[in-house]
């Protein structure tokens, strides 16, 4: 299995311009999450999918962000425009959820990202 | 709200002695926890879970992890530590039974010198 799969791994942009992460999570997986981790304020949660359906978007931290799950093998989060304090590793993990269980998160490589 | 705080920032060992990482978390019902290892420039790795089977949960690469009620902790332990086991260590609460969404304390980097 290839596991949790992210790109670009590194993005340098400029503060305006718009942004796209990518990630197709592990075949057979029902949930999906992106993440957030910084120095201050540690990892966070920004949104789930449950069966491509957005589940919890409180973590989004404004309007900049969007995510979308077209598929259950593709998920982006979109940063429009970005901003200097986005700048962050942003990881993908994805789960399998049976029963209303809590199942392992298989988390993706991350993508650092860093706006000028 | 659920909470995991992890009591020390930084732990440094010599190879060879044993590991002790500390989390403490707070719940209001029977939490699932979990540990999580990041290796630099890498993406987050399932050590260990406890989901209300056995308090000794043991792990992969020799890590083990015990669940005490009473004093509200599940701390990591390995008897002797390596070398390639310097890295970031995530404790980890489920945010509600079954429930997806996990909490994260803030970290502790295990620093093995030789």
């Known amino acids: 299995d290839a596991g949790v799969i992210q790109s670009p791994r590194h993005e340098v942009t400029e503060m305006g311009q718009e942004v796209t992460l990518r990630c197709k999570p592990i075949?057979?997986?029902?949930?999906l999450f992106w993440y957030r981790q910084t120095m201050m304020r540690g990892l966070e949660l920004l949104i789930y999918f449950n069966n491509n359906v957005p589940i919890d978007d409180s973590g989004m931290p404004e309007d900049r962000f969007s995510a979308k799950m077209p598929n259950a093998s593709f998920s982006t989060l979109k940063i429009q425009p970005s901003e200097p304090r986005d700048s962050a590793v942003y990881f993908c993990?994805?789960?399998?959820?049976?029963?209303?269980?809590?199942?392992?998160?298989?988390f993706g490589p991350g993508t650092r990202l860093l706006v000028l | 709200a659920q909470s995991v705080t992890q009591l020390d920032s930084h732990v440094s060992v010599s190879e060879g002695t044993p590991v002790l990482l500390r989390c403490n978390y707070s719940s209001s019902y029977s939490p699932s926890l979990f540990w999580y290892v990041q290796h630099p420039n890498k993406g987050l790795q399932l050590l260990l879970k406890?989901?209300?089977?056995?308090?000794l949960v043991k792990g992969i690469n020799g890590f083990e992890a015990e669940f005490k009620k009473s004093e509200t902790s599940f701390h990591l332990t390995k008897p002797s530590a390596h070398m390639s086991d310097a890295a970031e260590y995530f404790c980890?609460?489920?945010?509600?039974?079954?429930?997806?969404?996990?909490?994260f304390g803030t970290g502790t980097r295990l620093l093995v010198s030789p």
């Open positions: 993990a994805s789960s399998l959820e049976a029963g209303g269980q809590q199942e392992t998160q298989y």
């Open positions: 406890y989901t209300s089977a056995a308090t």
């Open positions: 075949s057979g997986h029902n949930s």
């Open positions: 980890v609460v489920s945010d509600r039974p079954g429930f997806q969404k996990l909490v």
